[in-house]
């Protein structure tokens, strides 16, 4: 690399600008076995890019379905219609 074309941050990730990240996709590849690193928009935080094992790691191991873990979440007791509710639809010309 002739220049910085990232900053580090807090975290001791990386921050790149969207068309930096793209220009240089494998080194931010290889960054992201070390630390994630995140993808900026505008300034902006908008991507993470972190390693296979590093969000195998983040995965649930319950292997639970969406529906048990929607159950179990800490809103549980919310209770859900089986079915919708209707709302009036308004006239549309095509």
């Not at 290889?30 to 983040?58: L, N, W």
């Amino acid at each position: 690399m002739n220049r910085k074309q990232y900053q580090e941050n807090d975290n001791h990730a990386a921050d790149w600008q969207l068309q930096e990240a793209k220009a240089c996709f494998s080194e931010v590849v290889r960054r992201a076995k070390d630390s994630p690193q995140r993808v900026t928009v505008r300034g902006k935080p908008s991507a993470v890019v972190v390693s296979a094992e590093y969000f195998e790691r983040m995965l649930p191991e319950s292997g639970a379905s969406l529906g048990e873990l929607m159950r179990n979440a800490p809103l549980g007791d919310l209770k859900f219609g089986e079915r919708g509710e209707s709302m009036p639809v308004r006239e549309v010309e095509l």
